[in-house]
């Protein structure tokens, strides 16, 4: 994992979405994320921006809960950018005991 | 091996309610969490600011506990307007300082209720436990709260369950209620044992709450500007930008429809720039120091007051005189120089809460 306190960012594939989250307060990110990313197919990369810093450690832990893959978040700027890879419809759904 | 039906978890990540959603599962129940973003979040509030004074950036701890025990969870954000409303007039009342905790459990539970309806869920759980919290977790109220929230039957709280009435999914076979747990009060020892026993290994510690409030300090600037806004003809209106500044800087009244807002930090004066919607924005013009906000109609007084507050925060406040910029929404920008305040009495009179809070 790609964690904030990497001084430059892998090389990430192209995103398929962008959100702009710029200005929501933390944990609304998370929320137009989850949102955003049911809208996505299997495989697709989702880059969000955002400016509060609560995002460096909301979106590891929600991509772990929700099973999708965290590819980065780190900042570049005054933003926050983070990158993530949808898990899909297909895959199991989290929360089985 | 098929889960034994399906439950709506309602999960802050603090050690009750991790540990319900550990017994639950344990029974073979599949189990969604979810966790209300209210606005009120002391922790939200700290992270957004850089962290705890001590440096320290507490972690989202739903998020985590749902990452830890491999659970999906799901934010649900009911800081609208229907939230606010319930926090202006609530119908049980509130605790001892702005906290509707009554209401609000039932507000949250609704909510619950129509996800567990959505999710084809059989039951929505808790980590409540029984005399734990002196007016939203007796059995009285309890009961209300189930009522309520037209949850009745399909609300267990798995740590208190055997205290309580039998609920719809014991009956039904999907939880055996042997295996639920009988506490009550506000030790938290059997949990922190059955924790271990459970393999869990991090959890927050109790810290007075997490929400705003219950806080005293908050409690007397949600008040306030509650009056305030009465006194200025406005009736008693709330908005999410209101609760964003009651969260932020040092707060004055100084006059019945005229308050100030003094950042303490570089990341309050940032919100309290980015949240002034509409209202005059201070700050020394030259020396280093904060951003204010200024909400309501000053006369001569209260202009002088205002600026001379500024100044007192800033660097220059051991100088004769500081110059203040005072912006107002119109583009309008005036600058003049002017003694900082150093009637500490005077200071302490006009803070609210009166003689200063914590936060």
């Known amino acids: 994992m790609w964690g904030p ?7 990430l594939p192209a995103p398929d979405r962008t959100l702009d989250a710029s200005g929501l307060l933390c944990p609304l990110p998370i929320l137009r994320t989850a949102a955003a990313v049911k809208e996505l197919a299997q495989g697709a990369v989702l880059l969000v921006l955002a400016t509060d810093p609560g995002i460096a450690s909301d979106m590891p832990l929600w991509c772990r809960a929700m099973r999708h893959e965290h590819l980065a978040t780190f900042r570049d700027g005054a933003t926050w950018k983070s990158y993530v890879r949808a898990r899909g419809r297909g895959a199991a759904p989290a929360g089985r005991p | 091996m098929a889960p034994r039906g399906k439950a709506i978890g309602m999960i802050s990540g603090g050690l009750d309610s991790t540990l319900a959603l550990a017994l ?21 509030t700290q992270r957004r600011k850089g962290g705890r004074p001590d440096g320290t950036v507490p972690a989202n701890e739903a998020l985590r506990a749902a990452a830890d025990l491999d659970v999906e969870i799901e934010y649900v954000d009911i800081s609208g307007p229907a939230y606010l409303d319930m926090i202006l007039a609530p119908r049980y009342g509130y605790g001892a300082n702005a906290n509707p905790c009554v209401d609000c459990r039932i507000f ?7 996800i567990m309806e959505r999710e084809g869920a059989d039951f929505v759980f808790t980590g409540e436990v029984l005399g734990q919290r002196p007016k939203s977790q007796r059995r009285d109220t309890l009961r209300v709260i189930e009522r309520d929230a037209g949850l009745e039957g399909r609300l267990v709280r798995p740590l208190s369950a055997r205290l309580l009435p039998e609920t719809i999914p014991e009956r039904d076979g999907l939880l055996d209620r042997a295996r639920l747990l009988d506490l009550s009060g506000r ?19 109790p810290a007075g ?9 908050f409690g007397a600037k949600f008040f306030d500007l509650l009056d305030g806004r009465a006194a200025a003809g406005e009736g008693r209106h709330l908005d999410n930008d209101d609760v964003v500044r009651l969260t932020a800087g040092r707060h004055f009244r100084l006059a019945p429809a005229v308050k100030l807002i003094v950042g303490r930090t570089e990341a309050e004066n940032r919100v309290l720039e980015a949240y002034a919607g509409g209202r005059a924005l201070l700050a020394a013009a030259v020396h280093a120091g ?23 925060y800033g660097k220059g406040k051991d100088l004769d005189s500081v110059e203040i910029e005072w912006r107002e929404p119109d583009g309008v920008v005036e600058r003049f120089a002017i003694p900082p305040l150093r009637d500490e009495a005077l200071i302490e009179r006009l803070r609210i809460p009166s003689g200063g809070g914590a936060r």
């Open chain 2, 24 to 44: 639950v599962r344990a029974q073979g129940v599949e189990v969604k969490a979810i966790n209300f973003y209210t606005g009120f979040c002391i922790t939200e």
């Open chain 2, 209 to 217: 709450g997490c929400c705003f409030l219950t806080d005293e300090a």
């Open chain 2, 290 to 312: 904060p951003v204010a906000l200024l909400e309501g109609s000053p006369g001569p007084e209260e202009r002088r007051l205002a600026a001379a507050i500024v100044a007192r």
């Open chain 1, 5 to 11: 306190m990497s001084p430059t960012p892998p090389a």
């Open chain 2, 187 to 205: 030790s938290r020892l059997r949990q922190m044992a059955l924790a271990r026993e459970l393999g869990l290994t991090s959890w927050p510690q």
């Open chain 2, 108 to 114: 949250m539970m609704r909510r619950a209720r129509e």
